[in-house]
């Protein structure tokens, strides 16, 4: 067996003499393999001995473990929890670490697999899919988390009966959002949920659904964490910024530069760091993004500043680089704007 990161004695013979016992090492070696630190690892098994004491205490067979009584655990248990020891009462924390559990258990077929979608709901799924790749140029990570979603929508509302999208009613989407985030209530869940079911019901009104009193009760969350910054810099404040790029620093110039693509062209981090040589033509001044968000490539004209911040980096500054392509920005023999 992987080793346990040290826990309470009473939570190691929860999780050792348990109905769980038989998958700790699996889960462990889970643990390992995503390479998360102690701490984190303590936490998951925490929840883990947790939510075996409560099989015990409920003499819930193994064969009856399922997302239903993960939710029982976590909405009926961890709020009244009265037991010993240092236990896990957060039901965020203790989803997450139930999930990969519940994952084991099916691998191991201890417990019935998940209702998988098929005909209608697959179908419409692959659809769906197929606008978000050659239509919105989504990456692969950001369709299948929205799949997922859609399709735990789609199996609430229709599994057994036929698909027919003028049945969903604002009460349906009311009740699965509400659901949803009686899983996992955080601001980051509910803004991952309401795009993936505007981007859905959006795609159904392009196929002809009247879809606007559906898509008026997916409100957007209220986010107080970031309420206090400014929504922009006052044009002082902007000089300020410019100015503060001196020779005490070690690569002014390189800065000054990022900061003009930023403020001048509205670059993105990510648009920014991609940059090479070829994609600046500077007898037309013009700046060509060729790995955007949408996977399609835009031409900008780059103003003069920028274009000097740009000329001053790499004439003073810019490290000495095996290929002339790349514009790198912080370490040589990189091929992207900033990496060197």
């Known amino acids: 067996m992987s080793k346990i990161p040290s826990l309470h004695p009473v939570l190691q013979g929860w999780l050792l003499n348990g109905p769980l016992a038989a998958y700790v090492p699996a889960y462990l070696e889970r643990l390992e393999r995503g390479r998360y630190a102690s701490s984190t690892s303590r936490r998951c098994l925490n929840a883990v001995a947790h939510f075996a004491h409560w099989m015990s205490l409920c003499r819930l067979p193994m064969a009856r473990i399922d997302e239903s009584r993960v939710d029982q655990f976590l909405q009926e248990h961890l709020p009244h929890c009265g037991c010993r020891g240092p236990v896990m009462r957060h039901p965020r924390e203790a989803h997450a670490a139930l999930m990969p559990l519940l994952a084991i258990l099916r691998q191991h077929g201890v417990i019935a697999d998940l209702p998988t979608p098929s005909g209608p709901i697959t179908e419409e799924l ?108 006052h044009s002082r404040e902007v000089g300020r910024v410019l100015n503060s790029f001196t020779q005490a620093l070690r690569s002014p110039k390189r800065g000054y530069a990022v900061v003009r693509l930023a403020l001048d062209l509205g670059l993105r981090c990510i648009e920014i760091n991609r940059l090479q040589l070829d994609d600046i033509d500077w007898q037309h001044g013009t700046l060509t993004l060729k790995r955007t968000k949408s996977r399609r490539q835009d031409v900008l004209p780059l103003p003069v500043p920028t274009g000097k911040a740009l000329e001053a980096y790499l004439q003073h500054e810019r490290p000495l680089c095996a290929s002339p392509k790349p514009l790198p920005w912080s370490t040589p023999m990189s091929t992207s704007i900033s990496a060197c």
């Open 126 to 233: 692959s659809r769906y899919d197929a606008y978000m790749l050659n239509t919105r140029g989504l990456a692969n990570g950001t369709r299948s988390v929205r799949l997922r979603i859609v399709e735990r929508l789609l199996v609430h509302k229709f599994a057994g009966h036929p698909l027919d999208l003028h049945t969903l009613q604002p009460q349906d989407i009311r009740r699965f959002v509400a659901e949803q985030l009686e899983l996992r209530n955080t601001i980051s869940n509910a803004v991952t949920i309401n795009a993936a079911l505007r981007g859905y019901l959006r795609w159904r009104s392009t196929c002809g659904d009247s879809v606007q009193a559906l898509l008026g009760v997916i409100a957007s969350p209220a986010n107080w964490t970031h309420a206090s910054l400014p929504r922009a810099l």
